[in-house]
């Protein structure tokens, strides 16, 4: 089983509308998960740090679910400038990647 | 304030050739990390580096050694380059393990 797991997509969905992904991961011990996004041919960025207790910046709400080892991103009135690829990842003293789900947001 | 900054940004070396990638940031960051990117794949963590002093392997660690040369920088080097080492590289930086990390532009390597 991976470490983190990722379902790939493609996700491809209409302007203004609500899309989720979710990361399962396989260490319970984990202690500090993020979601980043990337564009192509580019490096990844910082999207946000998950929280325990959950965490909304604007149309993107982050969740984590320790009793069930997974997190997810909660992405409202998606716009054309979501698209890109989401990556969780989940920290245990070593930083490790999820393979990203792709995202295109269409008119 | 430059962030996390890698260099060459591109390379093509023969199978067999050597060189090191190079990684520098400069936000008095404790943690460092190299990645490799396959094309449509997540980011694979090569080694990482806690603190100045020490390195770790991660995931994807044969035919790479690491350098943590001082807490600014932190090279990575392949000594003996194959094809299959053709890929995106990317270094990293993070206050600490558990903290975000902040990511240079990459390294696009191709090995023929």
């Known amino acids: 089983r991976k470490e983190v797991e990722q379902d790939p997509g493609p996700f491809n969905v209409p302007e203004g509308a609500t899309v989720a992904f979710n990361c399962t991961y396989s260490?319970?011990?984990?202690?500090?998960f993020f979601w980043y996004r990337q564009d192509c041919r580019k490096e990844p960025k910082l999207l946000m740090s998950v929280y325990s207790s959950g965490n909304e910046d604007g149309r993107f709400t982050a969740q984590l679910n320790r009793a069930s080892q997974y997190i997810s991103l909660l992405i409202r009135d998606s716009k054309l400038s979501d698209s890109a690829t989401y990556l969780c990842v989940v920290n245990d003293n070593d930083m490790r990647f999820g393979a990203g789900t792709r995202l295109t947001v269409k008119p | 304030n430059a962030g996390v900054t890698q260099t060459p940004k591109f390379q093509v070396l023969k199978t067999g050739q050597s060189m090191t990638l190079q990684c520098a940031q400069d936000?008095?960051?404790?943690?460092m990390y190299w990645y490799r990117q396959d094309p449509g794949m997540g980011l694979r963590l090569i080694y990482y580096s806690a603190s100045e002093g020490t390195t770790d392997k991660g995931e994807v660690p044969n035919g790479y050694n690491v350098s943590r040369l001082n807490k600014r920088e932190f090279s990575l080097r392949l000594e003996s380059a194959a094809p299959s080492q053709t890929s995106v590289y990317f270094c990293a930086s993070s206050g600490s393990l558990l903290t975000e990390a902040f990511f240079g532009q990459g390294t696009r390597l191709t090995v023929v």
């Open positions: 936000m008095n960051h404790n943690s």
């Open positions: 260490n319970s011990a984990s202690q500090s």
